[in-house]
Structures are given as structure tokens and as C-alpha cells.
């Protein structure tokens, strides 16, 4: 099992940054790829950005140069710095974890809302 908790989400006007972070504990060792996702009223979760247990990186191309994941094996931590914040980056910021394979089990965090006003 492994449990995650997220914190850092707040509101800031367009331009600005956040920091939010990810808190793991348990089966750390299980876990093969730590992701960052996002769920605006009305729409579907989506993938923002992830980060491998080797420290491969993906985003979504609307966050792309503006957001950077990190993970700090130390403190069983990953971070997602957000900058340029747009309006559009408005949404409920969950963290994920994902087991390895065949199991590949899925872990959320209780999700922190962001909310970037214009």
C-alpha cells in the first residue's frame, strides 16, 4: 500500500507560480512512476505531468515549458513547480502513483485545488 498527500495548492493570479507537493509513504519501493493530474469542473481528469523511478519526464503540451516535475528520493517526495500560471490551470491537482507492472496499481492522493484568476 501506498498513501500520498498532496499540499500547496492555493490561488494566484495569471503569471504567478505554485509549488505543490506530493508526500509518499508505504511501498515506496513499489511504486515504478509517480504522475501529476488534473480535473477542471466539468471536464475529465488528465494527465499533466509524470515522472519514471529513473527520473524520465512527460507533460502534456499545455503545460510544457511552464511546469516541471521532480522527485526527491530522500524525503519520498515529488514536486510539481508550476509557473506562468494561466487561467486555464484551474483545476483539482491530484497525485498518482502507479505500482509496477503485471500489478500496476494505482494510488491517488485526496487531490488540492488550484486557481489561477485573471
Do not use: H
Not at 492555493?10 to 508505504?26: D, N, T, Y
Not at 511504486?31 to 507533460?59: C, D, H, M
Not at 503540451?61 to 506562468?84: C, E, H
Amino acid at each position: 500500500q501506498v498513501q500520498l498527500v498532496e499540499s500547496g495548492g492555493g490561488s494566484v493570479q495569471s503569471g504567478g507560480s505554485l509549488r505543490l507537493s506530493c508526500a509518499a509513504s508505504g511501498s515506496i519501493s513499489s511504486i515504478a512512476v509517480f504522475g501529476w493530474y488534473r480535473q477542471a469542473p466539468g471536464k475529465q481528469r488528465e494527465l499533466v505531468a509524470r515522472i519514471t523511478s529513473v527520473g524520465g519526464t512527460n507533460y502534456a503540451d499545455s503545460v510544457k515549458d511552464r511546469f516541471a516535475v521532480v522527485r526527491d528520493n530522500a524525503q519520498d517526495t515529488v514536486f510539481l513547480q508550476m509557473n506562468n500560471l494561466k487561467p486555464e490551470d484551474t483545476a483539482v491537482y491530484y497525485c498518482n502513483a502507479r505500482s509496477w507492472r503485471p500489478d500496476s496499481i494505482a494510488y491517488w492522493g485526496q487531490g488540492t485545488q488550484v486557481t489561477v484568476s485573471s
